[in-house]
């Protein structure tokens, strides 16, 4: 495997699966995954919009941000995320990039982020994350995120946890996700009330943004035109499915124009019950995404 930096950007390269994957150390953003990276470039699945920028200072707009402590505005109820912002500080922090290792059949990159003064002035527990980034095979990675809780903890840390994932479509009215069948899902742009699926193949029709419960670990599947991405979810139960549509799109600072036309982000996280953690425990949630070319 090969190892370039360049302004954050950490890009792995690995020439036995001939696929790469780039992280930014600002949100240790995931902003690129491409397959067959011999043939024109290779083919590029995720998506970033060409008016964010990886390295911040706002978080990214594509990729994979990751989503921690909390998810959407935070809980007023809850005190450790009273201070906090919509989807919490890990998504605009600076992680250190630990290591980059070929284990096994995978090769890896992996990053870590500790509280800073500035974290501590809006969240106080002690925490260490640690974020890893795997090509797995020529068509799969994962990214697996630990949340250690220290041991100088003194209370109980709950956090939500959400890999906001905006995957590249050729066209959003041609995509479509199966695997959702019968799950109840709450739904935002209806106040948050909840339904039961009844579709078996889902699509984005107008803005949509529906996080669905209990989803099977790896029932999963989306359609992009360019193929399919199937995916499996450790300790992350709850899918987000998000498309701003055209309206909410165009009033967006940092999304290009049209962009709602070119991604659907499909979000593993465990949202509806918080984790808990005591000082000196932790917690690993992933994703593992396997891409089919049609
Ligand atoms: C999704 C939420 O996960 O993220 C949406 O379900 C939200 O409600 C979207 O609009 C984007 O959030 P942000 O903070 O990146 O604009």
């Known amino acids: ?20 994957v780039t992280v930014n150390t600002f949100g240790a953003s995931l902003h690129s995954w491409k397959t067959s990276v011999d043939a024109n470039d ?8 060409s008016k964010s920028k990886p390295g911040g200072p706002k978080p990214i707009r594509g990729g994979v941000p990751v989503v921690w402590p909390c998810f959407g505005p935070p809980d007023p109820a809850e005190e450790q995320f009273s201070r906090l912002k919509q989807h919490g500080f890990a998504r605009n922090s600076v992680w250190k990039h630990l290591a980059s290792v070929s284990e096994g059949s995978s090769d890896e990159l992996a990053f870590e982020l500790t509280s800073t003064d500035e974290i501590r002035a809006i969240y106080a527990l002690p925490f260490r994350l640690v974020y890893v ?9 994962s ?45 935002k742009t209806r106040d948050q009330a909840h339904f039961t699926e009844a579709r078996e193949v889902v699509a984005a029709e107008g803005e ?4 669905y419960f209990d989803a099977p670990s790896s029932s999963v599947e989306l359609r992009t035109g360019k193929g399919k991405l199937a995916f499996t979810f ?14 909410v799109s165009d009033g967006m600072a940092d999304m ?20 808990m953690l005591k000082p000196g425990e932790s917690w690993t949630g992933s994703q593992t995404i396997t891409y089919t070319a049609t």
């Open 1 to 20: 495997m090969t190892i370039s930096e360049h302004q954050g950007d950490i890009r792995l390269s690995s020439e036995r699966h001939n696929a790469s």
């Open 208 to 211: 949509t943004d529906r996080v």
């Open 234 to 247: 450790d300790k992350l139960q709850d899918v987000v499915v998000w498309n701003p549509a055209a309206k």
């Open 143 to 187: 990214t697996s995120l630990t949340v250690q809780h220290l041991e100088s903890g003194s209370e109980d840390m709950n956090f939500q946890a959400l890999l906001h994932s905006y995957w590249s479509v050729d066209n959003i009215q041609e995509t479509s996700i199966n695997g959702l069948h019968n799950l109840d899902y709450s739904d």
């Open 133 to 141: 980034v795997r090509i797995i095979s020529p068509a799969s990675i």
């Open 42 to 49: 290779g083919t590029e699945h995720l998506f970033v919009s």
């Open 256 to 275: 290009e124009p049209n962009g709602w036309q070119r991604f659907i982000c499909v979000e593993p996280g465990c949202i509806a019950s918080k984790v």
